[in-house]
């Protein structure tokens, strides 16, 4: 069997094959929230705190859209664990700005060339709250 480990066509049709599948994840959990009745999706809402819209928004969005908060966390030396256990109200409301964000390709980008701690600012719509978290060594990592 040959086997090249530096092939850039096995490497896009990797990246590919992951970007169907988010897509098709994504669209199955919207389709699922879809097919539910109002008051089955308004009681799935109030159990997790967010308006039913806030539900059909973030199914629609997929269930790692906002996986770049808890790198941008870590990033800045903050515990997620320790946040979402103490602060869980304000946890879910990043999770949904970072859900929303129209900023994640700078945000993966820096996270990727571990910069994003100089230049999150800029563009985070959780800026302000990251910063309070950081500044607050009760919800610092180690």
Known sequence: MNT???DPTRTVLSRLVDWFAKGWESSAEADMI???DQFTINTIAHDCGISPD???ELAKAGPHAADEMIEMMRALNIDPSEVELRLRNQFREMQITCAHCASKGECRKDLGAHSAS???AHYCG???DLNALRAN????LG
């Open 4 to 6: 090249v480990v530096n």
């Open 34 to 36: 879809a097919s539910l």
């Open 54 to 56: 806030q539900l059909i």
């Open 118 to 120: 100089e230049n999150f």
């Open 126 to 128: 959780n800026a302000s």
């Open 137 to 140: 060594p009760e919800f610092l």
